[in-house]
């Protein structure tokens, strides 16, 4: 199994809404990520876990709140966001220190 | 890391080989050369590695010069669904988790 599974796939929220995204693996990897990503751009890095503690934080607001319950999911809580976050959130995990990442299909995020 | 530089479209004719170029001039010894591709709409699928030396899997080859200041993506029999965008990152092995996508190359590959 070398899937990386994100949902939900779409998702629209209003600014004053709280949703959660959801990433899931099993293939006993120890490092998982997440990314943004805007149309027609690369993959910008957010977050890094690594053995379920939080090792990279690129400076993102309060209103995104990782969480690693265990080392097959990854959470990320979302809470007060604007339109300009609407974006493709994706999922990724890899071998600790390892750059052979494995991505999901992403959730497509609309802020309305 | 060191930077890379792509170039940023590419076209190809379908069924002939795809030749996807970059320049890392500032590498250092211990830095190993990825390549992702990111199909429209999905999540970047890694695709090869490379130290120093050629490598092959069963999507393409690497070819790495000698002074390893660049590199070049081969896709040998390119099909439509090649059509994506191409990301070559040079990263430390066993330093971090992180990869850290460019503006990549947008290939696409015609009937």
């Known amino acids: 199994d070398t899937e990386v599974t994100q949902t939900p796939k779409h998702l629209v929220m209003g600014m004053t809404n709280k949703k959660s995204l959801k990433c899931e693996q099993h293939m006993g990897h120890r490092a998982m990520y997440w990314y943004k990503q805007k149309a027609k751009k690369p993959p910008e890095l957010m977050f890094v876990?690594?053995?379920?503690?939080?090792?990279i934080n690129e400076s993102v607001p309060s209103r995104f709140s990782p969480e690693c319950p265990n080392s097959s999911l990854l959470n990320l809580h979302l809470h007060a966001l604007q339109p300009e976050d609407s974006a493709l959130y994706l999922c990724a995990s890899s071998q600790a220190g390892q750059p052979k990442a494995f991505f999901g299909q992403g959730t497509r995020l609309t802020v309305v | 890391d060191a930077k890379t530089t792509q170039p940023p479209s590419m076209d190809c004719a379908e069924g002939r080989a795809a030749n996807l170029p970059c320049n890392h001039s500032?590498?250092?010894?211990?830095?190993?050369v990825y390549w992702y591709r990111q199909i429209h709409s999905q999540g970047p699928q890694y695709i090869i590695h490379?130290?120093?030396n050629n490598e092959t899997n069963e999507m393409a080859s690497l070819i790495i010069t000698e002074d390893r200041k660049s590199s070049t993506l081969i896709l040998p029999h390119a099909t439509l669904r090649d059509t994506a965008v191409y990301y070559c990152i040079v990263r430390v092995d066993n330093a971090g988790n992180m990869l850290t996508f460019g503006g990549g190359t947008r290939l696409m590959v015609k009937p």
């Open positions: 500032t590498i250092s010894g211990n830095e190993y």
């Open positions: 876990y690594s053995y379920e503690k939080l090792s």
């Open positions: 490379g130290l120093k």
